[in-house]
């Protein structure tokens, strides 16, 4: 992170505060205009954000970066909760890196979202959410949630079985599809390559330890 370092001394200054609150209400925007203008006139501003690389080479290069705006398909309800909690993982991230560490990290995963995206021919911002959620679980492991607004659980076990569906997901697709899904959440190894060679390291001592004892 050397590099990482003498750019944010270089430029700190001129980061970009409060990221994710920006783009939360880009979020916010989309979902309540599709709400009021699908009913009125049969289109949404969905439809006009979503990443189409066929579309993006026809001219409509505004959808390279729209699609981070894209609300959760969800509804009235827990659409306030996806929000919020968006919110709160990146403005926590924010709080514990600096602003200009989250919006590299975010930029970054952009950056690998896109690409996947011109890759494979279309483009989602959900496994750039989760690269959110993923560095969140790693700095607050112990930060509990209320799932389905009453279930008590620590964001950690929420992690893992995001990580487990990711692997199902990154095993049944397709070439272009695992190219796409590595890309999108390259930030996150990016930042944490470090914590799980420590880990693979601990764990390797444990295990020969164990080893040792038992002889």
């Known amino acids: 992170m050397k590099l990482l370092d003498r750019l944010e001394y270089k430029f700190g200054r001129k980061a ?16 309540v205009s599709d709400f009021i203008l699908y009913p ?8 006009l954000f979503v990443f189409d690389r066929s ?12 699609f981070i705006f894209l609300p959760p398909d969800s509804s009235m309800i827990f659409i306030l909760f996806a929000l919020y909690f968006y919110w709160m993982v990146g403005s ?18 952009m950056l690998g979202t896109i690409l996947g995206g011109l ?12 690269s959110l959620f993923f560095a969140f ?7 509990e949630v209320r799932l389905f607004f009453f279930i008590p659980i620590q964001v950690k076990w929420l992690a893992l079985l995001d990580a487990i569906l990711f692997v199902i997901g990154f095993i049944f697709s397709d070439w272009g599809g695992r190219v796409s899904m590595l890309v999108s959440i390259l930030n996150f190894f990016l930042f944490f390559w470090r914590d799980f060679v420590d ?13 040792d004892f038992r002889r």
């Open 92 to 109: 926590a991230l924010e709080s514990a890196w600096g602003a200009f560490r989250f919006d590299v990290y975010y930029l970054v995963g």
């Open 40 to 47: 009125q006139i049969g289109v949404t501003l969905s439809e």
């Open 137 to 143: 679980a790693v700095l607050f492991p112990n930060y």
């Open 16 to 31: 970009l505060r409060n990221l994710m609150l920006y783009v939360v209400i880009g979020m916010a925007i989309v979902f």
């Open 55 to 66: 579309l993006i080479f026809s001219g409509q290069i505004w959808r390279v970066l729209t």
């Open 119 to 130: 890759l494979t021919g279309s483009a989602t911002n959900v496994y750039l959410n989760l």
């Open 199 to 211: 880990l693979f390291r601990n764990w390797n001592r444990k295990r020969q330890f164990n080893r």
